[in-house]
């Protein structure tokens, strides 16, 4: 179903994926999502700084970073002092500058910074993050409605053959008026959610859905010196460049896919972290427990992970962050472009968020799922659902 390439055991969460989507919840399936997303993110976060000090190291032997929780830190690290002047970045910092709040400064954003000294002065020279549980959320359930919406949009290609042979003209001949379109999509729709509904596989043709990027580091740099970095960590034993893709227009950068090799006993030699301990304490696993448990869940997984690296120079790095493609923009913007809005893929947006937010509450049990995609419900449903797996009240008012 999904592949989420920077996990571990990244086959058991795509198998409680796929089952969820047919209301098939095993009770071992709260314990396993709980150590999928918080011992997956404390591995992921421990590779990533290791793989980012190393780049980081290289570039500039004298780097230091601070860890950020909001994306206007980075935003300000980056107008603080730049190493290039022209008129398109003074114009830039200065409109940030002036209105900040027009930015996205309070987004989210579990990262790391790294800087340099220039002038006396600390320069960022980059970033490390892991996307959020939600953005992953979000991205994973966009993978599969565009997947389910390609069956469906086949079911109806299929009616409207059907209809042309038992009219005797060719398809491409077929003028189908605007309501038997509707009406076709319609039943083809309702044929994947009665495949759903009675646990009939559904046909996943197209490949297995991956999703690449939930490590990444981003590194300042100019062509030349990209080069050269790009060269030396494909010379690293326990690196394997991928991919490599050059983006030109409005978004100018160099991509690059890693496989890497984590050292794990070097991962595992520091104990887990006190916010992770209280989260595995509530859910009955003590301390002395986590830390064998987290030992067992790295060892057990898979040698190798993906992560992505993104090269681009301060001007393009500004202008992904401030300017004429700023990534909060890009991501409304795919909001926007999603073909397939029904009730069907609302249902996997929620049921894939419930997911990944399970783990942070303090709902041991999982029980009954509180959604099947075949049903429809309000939005003010799912709302409720998520109030009372963390517990908040909800305030009835009399008629």
Sequence with gaps: MITINSYLHRDVLSDIIRRWMYDEALPSDADWIVRLVHFNHAYVSRYLDFFAVRIFRELHPHFFSRTIQIKG??????????????????????DYRQNPGRFYRETPFH??????????????????????????AEKSARRIIDRIFDRIKDHADALADERARL????????????????????????????????????????????????AGVKV?????????????????????????????????????????????????????????????????????????AFAEFVRSGEESVLLEIIFSNYQEMLESEI???I???????????????????????FLLEYLFVFPSSRQRELGELPIKIWNRYLPDYFDEI??????????????
Excluded at 264 to 278: F, K, S, T, Y
């Design 73 to 94: 830190d980075l935003k300000d690290a980056l107008v603080a002092d730049p190493p290039v002047r022209n008129e398109r970045i003074d114009e830039l910092i200065l």
């Design 111 to 136: 990262g790391t910074l790294y800087f340099t000294r220039r002038n006396g002065f600390a320069a960022y020279v980059g970033s490390s993050r892991i996307k959020r549980a939600r953005r992953l």
């Design 167 to 214: 009219l005797g003209i060719p398809r491409e001949n077929l003028v189908t008026a605007p309501g038997d379109m509707t009406r076709e999509f319609l039943i083809a729709e309702q044929r994947i959610l009665d495949d759903l509904r009675e646990k009939r596989p559904i046909a996943e043709d197209g490949g297995i859905l991956e999703i690449n990027d939930v």
């Design 220 to 292: 300042v740099s100019e062509e030349p010196e990209q080069r050269k970095l790009i060269e030396l960590i494909g010379g690293f034993p326990d690196c394997d460049i991928i991919e490599e893709e050059r983006h030109a227009g409005r978004y100018n950068a160099t991509n690059l896919l890693i496989r890497f090799r984590p050292p794990r006993e070097e991962i595992l030699a520091r104990p887990l972290d006190p916010g992770i301990l209280n989260v595995m304490q509530r859910r009955g696993i003590s301390p002395d427990e986590a830390n064998p």
């Design 323 to 325: 300017g004429r493609c």
């Design 327 to 349: 990534h909060e923009d890009r991501i409304i913007e795919q909001r926007l472009r999603q073909q397939y809005r029904g009730p069907l893929a609302r249902n996997i947006e």
């Design 386 to 399: 998520l109030k009372q797996l963390f517990g908040i009240p909800t305030n009835h008012f009399p008629d």
